[in-house]
């Protein structure tokens, strides 16, 4: 099956720094990539859509300056958190989909990023 | 807009009985619907999908789901539930002229007791 990995799956860092989150589909070229925000006992918040060589689109009330994605490749796509703050902390997860819209996701195990 | 939604934040089940968790969604178009799995400190796994064809749709690790348009569901069901099915389940939709966008449930926590 699919494959996605994503590293690091744990990051724990002071504040003010910036963080990246690599995502990679291993055995299928990814158009589409979506980062999603998990916290505590809820569902998955999308946070952005990426498209291999343009711009990412990001959802109402996501911050584009503070969390950067770039797609650069259709194997990898990446987000980097600046200038972390501790209510930045949270389970960010990655997903990348083949290029048919009635494809499943696939998924990384996701990164838990804790700001101190 | 596409909405799904999942009323029950938990279910709990004998091991050995069905289990069934439920999923409705609302959308304007043709639906395509999924089911995806999570375990603790994981990503999600996917189950299942409908996207046309037959209203029964079999997945991994025995689950199937049951596309019913008239009632708008798409409830996930076991025959016999295993305490390793224990974990988080989200129903998902995604319209079939929308995209890739896709709009997850808030999940169901199934817990199978030995």
């Known amino acids: 099956g699919a494959v996605v990995s994503q590293h690091p799956s744990r990051v724990i860092c002071k504040s003010g720094t910036s963080v990246k989150i690599e995502c990679r589909s291993l055995?299928?070229?990814?158009?589409?990539m979506f980062w999603y925000r998990q916290f505590p006992k809820q569902s998955l918040m999308l946070m952005a859509t990426?498209?291999?060589?343009?711009?990412?689109?990001?959802e109402q009330g996501v911050e584009k300056d503070k969390f950067l994605i770039n797609h650069a490749s259709l194997t990898l796509s990446t987000l980097t958190v600046t200038s972390a703050h501790p209510e930045d902390s949270s389970f960010y997860i990655c997903?990348?989909?083949?290029?048919?819209?009635?494809?499943?996701?696939?998924f990384g195990d996701g990164t838990r990023l804790s700001i101190l | 807009a596409q909405s799904v939604a999942q009323p029950e934040d938990q279910v709990n089940v004998a091991e050995g009985n069905p289990l069934t968790v439920k999923c409705t969604y609302s959308?304007?178009?043709?639906?395509?619907l999924f089911w995806y799995v999570q375990y603790p400190n994981r990503g999600l796994q996917f189950l299942l999908k409908?996207?046309?064809?037959?209203?029964l749709v079999k997945g991994s690790y025995g689950f199937e789901a049951e596309f019913n348009k008239s009632q708008t569901s798409f409830h996930l069901k076991k025959p016999s539930a295993l305490v390793s099915d224990s974990a988080l389940y989200f129903c998902?939709?995604?319209?079939?002229?929308?995209?890739?966008?896709?709009?997850f449930g808030a999940g169901t926590r199934l817990f199978v007791k030995a």
């Open positions: 997903s990348a989909s083949r290029e048919s819209s009635n494809q499943p996701q696939h």
């Open positions: 055995d299928f070229q990814a158009t589409t």
């Open positions: 990426s498209n291999e060589g343009s711009k990412a689109t990001y």
């Open positions: 959308v304007s178009g043709n639906p395509y």
């Open positions: 409908y996207i046309t064809g037959d209203n």
């Open positions: 998902a939709v995604r319209e079939e002229t929308g995209g890739f966008k896709t709009i």
